[in-house]
């Protein structure tokens, strides 16, 4: 039995029939349960054994099967408009090194009902939640009970759940401010979640627990390492939890090879790479960036001239957090060149958390290649390709995993990764992406990130609004919009004086038409924010290190003759 069968049986015996009928009646229409009412009178009334253990419930009433569910629930697409983008200059402007010496409609669990329900794709958006809504999920109505008398205060779990589930159509239905892919059909996985999956241990050594996906998720590796170009043989990876974890991976082996390296990363870097620094005790340099979020490869030449005694240690973004910028990786390279650093010398760890999965699908794009020196790189498996779950890979060279391996007797497998116990739901759900989209698939996917991202800029542009794009970005930044409660709305990412939208798969046009509706509505309120100081971020959108002409809104100088 299937999951959805053993979800909707489950709802049905906590429900009266009545309920039973109005539930049904409001998905599908009286007219289309017809005679699967009687049934479902008759599987309520059932006792447990019944349900549970009787051969006629796999097949279950016409009505209910999982293709007229499908054709009812409808789902919309998306569109892909074609527009182009300019490519943007670096710009000059610089600060100081700073020094860390030490001493980021639809989420979740679908109803019994629901069988594929893309809550962010389109452009419809949930309602608003009921005052009663908002009640069953506030702290006090979730908080677990320790005695019998508690427990006959708070609310029923099926009301706590339905409410919940509406939470999320709505959260869903207008995110725009972080790179969440929330387009996605994973059905036909909801019956795995009955099992245990745990991949502990390392990926290429089985352990004596046999509930794993580790076949899944050598696949998945070997995936990115042909996307990547890595010889055959010559890698090592894992799926992770989140790009944190392949960040934590890929310098916990830069400072096991190099254990008095020095770290170099922008300053626009996510912080889990500074976090990785304290964890490990490393000597860390935040290098400042270009004013379109680049590392400033010349400040990058002089720290490194300046600690040419000590191994280098360097983060390459591809993708910054907040501007979607990325470092070039070649120039990098020829800084190393230039300064006569030996490769072993140096090591290379690459964070790409969200384009790194698009670079290489983006056409006439430089490519993160491991025919080049680098060591590691992270990426991300919820953000462009989707999962109800945070994941990602982590990819090394496997010399340096050799340098963290010990045998654990009680696994019968060795100790390679972060973590111990590992979710071998996120590699299935990975693989499973990945197998249903296709490299063709993805490709699509992105050049809709892509595109849709030149309509944003414009539209914000058109409406009076500073805004930017890099060229190898979907992520536009704007200024920061003054109404505190359009950012919630819409879930902004905000730095000090800016905010951003990040354009994912489910990012429609009509979307965005909503949005930029109600940013101007904003504007006529509360005005424009000013810049906080000469080098806010607000101020360096200002930058002709961008590029381009039309999307810095100004006020103009009159000058008269006297």
Wanted: with cysteine.
């Amino acid at each position: 039995m299937s999951l959805l069968s053993r979800n909707l049986i489950q709802s049905l015996r906590k429900k009266s029939v009545t309920d039973v009928e109005t539930s049904v009646a409001r998905l599908f229409g009286t007219r289309t349960i017809g005679n699967s009412i009687g049934m479902l009178r008759q599987a309520v009334s059932t006792n447990n054994n019944s349900l549970l253990g009787s051969s006629n419930m796999q097949n279950p009433p016409t009505a209910l099967t999982l293709d007229n569910i499908r054709r009812l629930k409808s789902t919309a697409a998306t569109t892909i408009d074609e527009e182009n983008d300019e490519a943007n200059n670096e710009g000059t402007e610089h600060d100081e090194s700073l020094d860390f010496t030490s001493d980021k409609m639809k989420s979740g669990t679908p109803s019994p009902w629901a069988v594929f329900d893309a809550w962010g794709a389109g452009s419809v958006e949930a309602p608003s939640l009921s005052p009663e809504c908002e009640r069953l999920i506030s702290p006090e109505a979730v908080k677990i009970p320790m005695s019998a008398d508690e427990r006959l205060s708070v609310p029923d779990e099926t009301d706590i759940l339905n409410s919940y589930d509406k939470y999320l159509q709505q959260k869903s239905s207008v995110h725009f401010g972080y790179p969440y892919n929330l387009m996605y059909d994973h059905q036909e996985l909801h019956e795995f979640m009955n099992y245990t999956i745990n991949n502990l241990g390392d990926p290429y050594i089985p352990s004596n627990y046999g509930v794993h996906s580790r076949q899944f998720e050598c696949s998945v590796i070997d995936f990115f390492a042909k996307l990547m170009k890595a010889e055959e043989d010559s890698y090592w990876g894992y799926v992770t939890t989140c790009g944190t974890e392949g960040n934590l991976h890929g310098l916990l082996l830069a400072r096991e090879c190099h254990p008095d390296g020095i770290l170099y990363s922008s300053k626009e870097t996510h912080y889990s790479v500074f976090k990785a620094a304290r964890y490990y005790r490393m000597d860390a340099k935040a290098i400042p960036t270009l004013p379109m979020g680049e590392i400033d490869y010349d400040q990058l030449a002089k720290e490194i001239e300046r600690n040419r005694d000590r191994p280098v240690i360097i983060n390459v973004n591809i993708g910054t957090t907040v501007k979607g910028a990325v470092d070039n990786l070649d120039r990098i390279l020829r800084i190393l060149k230039t300064l006569h650093i030996p490769r072993e010398r140096f090591h290379i760890h690459c964070d790409g958390a969200l384009f790194a999965m698009m670079l290489p699908f983006v056409d006439y794009a430089p490519q993160i290649s491991f025919e080049k020196p680098i060591d590691s790189i992270a990426v991300s498996g919820h953000k462009m390709l989707g999962s109800p779950m945070p994941c990602g890979i982590a990819i090394a060279r496997k010399e340096h995993v050799k340098k963290v391996e010990q045998r654990i007797d009680y696994l019968n497998s060795v100790d390679t990764t972060i973590m111990g116990s590992r979710n071998g739901q996120a590699a299935l759900y990975m693989w499973y992406s990945l197998r249903k989209k296709g490299m063709e698939g993805i490709k699509r996917e992105v050049a809709h990130c892509m595109e849709t991202a030149v309509y944003l800029r414009e539209k914000i542009s058109e409406a009076g609004f500073t805004c930017r794009l890099n060229d190898l970005s979907s992520t536009v930044v704007l200024e920061r919009p003054l109404d505190e409660s359009l950012i919630k709305r819409w879930q902004l990412a905000c730095e000090e004086d800016i905010a951003h939208v990040v354009v994912m798969p489910n990012v429609t046009k009509e979307k965005i038409n909503k949005f930029v509706e109600e940013l101007i509505q904003c504007k006529e309120k509360y005005g424009r924010i000013p810049a906080k100081r000469r080098d806010s971020p607000l101020a360096k959108l200002g930058s002709s290190a961008w590029g381009g002409d039309g999307n810095v809104v100004e006020p103009i100088g009159d000058f008269k003759s006297a």
